[in-house]
């Protein structure tokens, strides 16, 4: 089962976490404002597949992950097709601006099924 940390600077995320859960995976959503600093933490201790920060610019949460513990990150994305090519390329840390919708949670995992099936 594919582990997604999903968290989000103002809290959020439930919807792209619905969608995760639709497509056979395991969302855990990081609670509270600034949710998206504590990405790499929170992928490291849940030994995340993959990791998704949401926030204005798209890319702190992602950066901090990679500037931590190394995972790779592509940052500044703005729509689905962005993050289902970052995860054909492999990256860990997805770093997007506010996107919370279920469609994201649902192509992400299934791209993460296809690329590691």
């Given amino acids: 089962m ?3 940390v999903i968290a ?6 439930q919807n792209v976490a ?10 855990y959503v990081v609670p509270g404002m600034g949710a ?5 933490d929170e992928m490291k201790k849940h ?11 798209g ?3 992602a950066i901090t992950a990679k500037n931590k513990y190394g995972y790779s990150e592509r940052h500044s ?15 860990q840390a997805l770093g997007f601006g506010f996107m919370d919708k279920e469609e994201l949670g649902t192509k ?6 296809r690329v590691h099936s």
């Fill in 2 to 4: 594919v582990k997604v």
């Fill in 8 to 13: 989000d600077r103002m809290g959020k995320g």
């Fill in 18 to 27: 619905k969608g995760v859960e639709a497509a056979g995976g395991e969302a």
């Fill in 36 to 40: 998206d600093m504590r990405l790499g």
């Fill in 47 to 57: 030994e995340a597949d993959f990791g998704i920060s949401f926030c204005g610019s």
């Fill in 59 to 61: 890319g702190a949460g």
């Fill in 77 to 91: 994305m703005r729509s689905v097709q962005e993050g289902i090519t970052a995860i054909e390329d492999g990256i």
């Fill in 108 to 113: 992400l995992v299934e791209a993460y099924n």
